[in-house]
């Protein structure tokens, strides 16, 4: 049995947020789109807002009671806009979206995403229902979500988690191949270029150690260093002829 995730919006009251929410869960692979007692009409708004999630708007499972919404989860995931990581405080403890992720991975089942109304969140009950909880990190003075942004965060970390080789998902940003000779003939290079342009000698250490740094925060690949090793060689033979010119 794969993963299922049911995004599960409880008396949600507007039309748009429902809608974007139906879109970003198409988004991240959501398979089904639950409204519990909806305080939202779900119509032309909700339907503009969803985008290409029309059809998991169109299919979402309406019910009146949070109980028949999770019926058939077998892991009941609920989100809160506050958190606590006292040991005796259980009902808000919770997890953030990337450790929620990482939890999720290797999960098989189906996995109810729980969003709280736009209002007040979920009610201590249903939170009592909840295996896990997450919280999205905020300002402190202001730490509560739009629902659409919120539900985006969460359900990218768990699209995220089944990682860059998941057919289902847009490529990834390519593995940087690093090539350590290839920087430091790069960083030879410089010094070469250096010395032919007279740059002073007691400040060269310095600039080809900054390079260096710099390098290193930016981890080109191996490809990136050649295209520039190739800017040094022409620089070098504008040189050559500059100097052959003057002869």
């Not at 109810?112 to 009592?128: H, K, Q, T």
């Amino acid at each position: 049995m794969t993963r299922q995730i049911d995004v599960v919006l409880v008396r949600p009251k507007e039309d748009g947020n429902v809608g974007a929410v139906a879109r970003v869960a198409r988004n991240f692979g959501a398979d089904r789109l639950v409204l519990v007692a909806s305080r939202a009409k779900v119509g032309s708004v909700a339907r503009r807002r969803a985008m290409a999630g029309l059809p998991l708007l169109r299919t979402a499972l309406r019910v009146r009671s949070f109980d028949a919404a999770i019926g058939e989860a077998d892991f009941v995931i609920g989100t809160t806009d506050m958190s606590t990581g006292r040991s005796n405080a259980y009902l808000r403890r919770s997890v953030s979206p990337e450790r929620l992720g990482e939890m999720v991975r290797t999960l098989e089942g189906r996995v109810a995403i729980v969003f709280g109304p736009e209002d007040n969140g979920l009610s201590r009950e249903e939170l009592l229902r909840c295996d896990l909880l997450v919280h999205i990190p905020a300002r402190r003075e202001y730490p509560t979500l739009n629902l659409s942004h919120a539900a985006a965060i969460v359900l990218y970390a768990v699209h995220r988690a089944r990682g860059p080789t998941d057919p289902e998902t847009t490529p990834a940003p390519e593995v940087v191949e690093l090539n350590g000779p290839e920087k430091e003939l790069f960083l030879e290079r410089l010094g070469e270029l250096l010395a032919r342009t007279g740059y002073p000698a007691h400040k060269r250490r310095g600039l080809i150690l900054l390079f260096r740094r710099v390098l290193g925060r930016a981890t080109p690949s191996e490809a990136e260093l050649r295209m520039m090793l190739g800017l040094f060689k022409s620089y070098g033979r504008a040189l050559d002829r500059r100097q052959h010119g003057r002869r």
